[in-house]
């Protein structure tokens, strides 16, 4: 079992850059494959982008790809989603989790564990 927190979500207008952080608590860390989502509201959550076990490889929704760039540091058990050229469009919950089986999808239904998510807002 793992607990996450994400942080790190704000305000910032278009074009804009932040950086989501999600802290796992627990000594498992880098036995789960890690992913972010997001749900903007009225809407389905939605795959935003994942990494390995390792970190070496990942996965982007393809909305995404150029623009986010997913990473992790398993010796401070922390997970990164780099958001640069920020759209209105982007607006949203941003939520981490990780797969115990070692899942490598995008499907909701993959991951085990959630965290409370963050807040992003993208506007003028």
């Known amino acids: 079992q793992v607990q996450l927190v994400e942080s790190g979500g704000g305000l910032v207008q278009p074009g804009g850059s932040l950086r989501l952080s999600c802290a796992a608590l627990?000594?498992?860390?880098?036995?789960?494959?890690m992913g972010w989502f997001r749900q903007a509201p009225g809407k389905e959550r939605e795959f935003v982008a994942l990494v390995s076990r390792s970190g070496g490889g990942t996965a982007y929704a393809d909305s995404m790809k150029g623009r986010f760039t997913i990473s992790r540091d398993n010796a401070k058990n922390t997970v990164y989603l780099q958001m640069n050229s920020l759209k209105p469009e982007d607006t949203a919950v941003y939520y981490c989790?990780?797969?115990?089986?070692?899942?490598?999808?995008?499907?909701?239904?993959?991951?085990?564990?959630w965290g409370q998510g963050t807040q992003v807002t993208v506007s003028s």
């Open positions: 627990g000594r498992t860390f880098s036995s789960y494959v």
């Open positions: 989790a990780a797969a115990s089986g070692g899942s490598f999808r995008s499907a909701t239904s993959a991951y085990d564990f």
